[in-house]
């Protein structure tokens, strides 16, 4: 009952931030009150001329009004430019999550109850006075009594009942508009409110922040083009997190940097540099690149300038198979190849399997060639995913999460490089990185790797081997395996077990020699002039060319 009359005046403070912004005719475009439209002359508010601003700016001060969930709301929607206009997804980009900060007394009590324990005991120096705040958490200064100077990131006070309230409504709308609307079942607005709701809880958990920052850092432990803060576990719980505090200028503060001796054409390439190490050597990557998240420290005399990254809440992972098909992807989109980019969706899986390459193929050569009738220079990578997107969602592609935040952030750091180098060529940068990975990906060293990390497995499994294949071949026999189907699905799981099948084989055959090398001793001839030694190094390579064989995927056309 309480929840109910809670919802029922927060319904009432939403509508009446709608009507201050003059959007009251969207409460009567909802079906039940369109009928009702007519009564909108009699509001006041409605009898005199207001100089609103444009709609998507309206929007947008809307949901800065209605608070963070609302802000979330709005910032997930700026990446899903197949869902909404470009004005509308512009201005929701703008959103910032700053709001008034709350007492730094209430701050030092939420410590000191994380704690246990004074805070004195655990801080040389504490300033109560906010460094700055967002609707999740604010950041104080503060000293160990080890003597390092730290930063502490305090989550709200009863922000997750907020939260939770907020979610609450947004599920009851959203299933509302799916259930009634025809515009609400094409976008799926449940999804979006879930997609929110694990967002904003994630960056809710500082120690999961805290691991983030702590993986980002073990990544780059050993670059020179980005430091990452140290995290002090010691003093971090799950609504406080203790790091290292960082100097350093904004890398929105252009004349800044300039005045600092920074070559802005080198930060920007090293920028993209670093965001395409993160997508595809390290598989992890951050999410949530803006602004007020970068800050630069000044290179010394041939030294480049360092990046550094704040606020770890949002982070984001492709998996290998996405790895090799967006890469893919943006190879043949340079060279106006879009066969192949229709062929990839499809083999993919991002799109349905029944989808005619031919259709797809030809719609995406309508939205994208007109892109590259201007100089390579002034292609944006970002724009190009868009698209992508925003055609592909025409032949019912579901876009993944981890898509979206990559498409997110790739937009954001294409736009954050070329304010430091407006003539920036993205593409020619990260384009030696994206070749590289592929290479290495297809080489005999990475076979070799995965190879060495399996056969401890394998050799496990190894006495498994002949009781399961007599026990197939019973099945056979017996007739109790038995598939008969024309089902295009089904003839690919026949070939892809086939392939299994010749790879286990070839697997067997490698290990078998590898042990037959390993386990055949002495050194004395075997024929003139042909040492045992000889005859065991010759065994184990043929045993080891078995077992790339095996891990090598053959590639059907």
């Known amino acids: 009952m309480l929840v109910n009359v809670a919802r029922f005046f927060r319904v009432l403070a939403i509508q009446r931030v709608l009507i201050r912004h003059g959007f009251d005719e969207m409460l009567f475009a909802t079906p039940w009150l369109k009928p009702l439209s007519f009564v909108r002359i009699l509001f006041p508010w409605n009898w005199v001329r207001h100089d609103y601003a444009s709609r998507p700016e309206r929007m947008r001060q809307v949901l800065e009004e209605l608070g963070p969930v609302f802000v979330k709301f709005g910032q997930v929607l700026s990446t899903r430019r197949d869902l909404l206009p470009d004005d509308i997804a512009d201005e929701f980009a703008k959103l910032q999550d700053h709001v008034p900060a709350f007492p730094g007394t209430q701050a030092r009590e939420i410590v000191e109850r994380a704690y246990g324990q004074s805070l004195a005991t655990m801080f040389a120096a504490f ?88 993986q980002l850092r073990r990544n780059f432990a050993s670059s020179t083009a980005m430091y990452v803060p140290e995290i002090f576990w010691a003093y971090t719980r799950q609504n406080v997190l203790v790091m290292e505090r960082v100097d350093g200028i904004s890398i929105s503060d252009i004349e800044g940097l300039r005045a600092a001796g920074v070559d802005l054409h080198a930060l920007a390439a090293s920028g993209v540099e670093i965001f395409f190490t993160q997508v595809f050597r390290d598989h992890f990557f951050h999410a949530d690149v803006h602004p007020g998240n970068l800050f630069i420290r000044p290179g010394t005399p041939g030294q480049p300038a360092v990046v550094v990254p704040v606020d770890f809440g949002i982070m984001g992972s492709l998996s290998e198979f996405d790895q090799r098909y967006l890469v893919e992807n943006f190879s043949a989109f340079l060279d106006r190849d879009y066969r192949r980019v229709a062929e990839l969706h499809v083999e993919s899986g991002w799109v349905p399997r029944e989808t005619r390459v031919d259709d797809f193929e030809f719609a995406i050569r309508t939205v994208c060639e007109p892109i590259f009738d201007r100089p390579v220079g002034d292609i944006s990578v970002g724009q190009l995913l868009v698209r992508l997107f925003q055609t592909a969602q025409r032949f019912h592609m579901e876009i993944l999460p981890q898509l979206l935040l990559l498409q997110k952030t790739l937009v954001n750091v294409e736009g954050i490089a070329r304010q430091l180098d407006p003539d920036l060529d993205l593409w020619r940068t990260a384009r030696p990185s994206l070749t590289r990975w592929m290479k290495e990906r297809a080489g005999l060293g990475n076979a070799w790797r995965e190879a060495r990390h399996h056969i401890p497995r394998w050799i496990e499994r190894l006495p498994q081997l002949p009781n399961l294949a007599f026990e197939v071949l019973d099945r056979l026999k017996e007739g109790r395996i038995e598939v008969g189907t024309r089902d295009h699905a089904l003839q690919e799981i026949r070939r892809e077990i086939r392939e299994v099948h010749h790879r286990l084989v070839l697997a067997v055959i490698g290990v078998g020699l590898l042990l037959a090398a390993g386990l055949s001793g002495g050194s004395e001839s075997v024929l003139p002039g042909i040492s045992m030694p000889f005859v065991r190094w010759v065994i184990a390579g043929f045993g080891v060319g078995a077992l790339l064989g095996a891990m090598i995927r053959r590639r059907e056309v």
């Open 127 to 214: 300033d109560e006075r906010p460094l700055a705040s967002a609707s999740i958490a604010q950041v104080h200064a503060a000293r160990l009594t080890s003597g390092e100077e730290v930063i502490v990131k305090v989550v709200r006070p009863n922000i997750r009942r907020v939260i939770e309230r907020d979610i609450s409504l947004m599920r009851v709308l959203a299933s509302t508009a799916e259930r009634y609307t025809s515009q609400g079942r094409q976008l799926k607005p449940t999804r979006v409110v879930a997609e929110i709701e694990k967002i904003i809880l994630d960056e809710l958990d500082m120690l999961r922040e805290a691991a983030n920052a702590s």
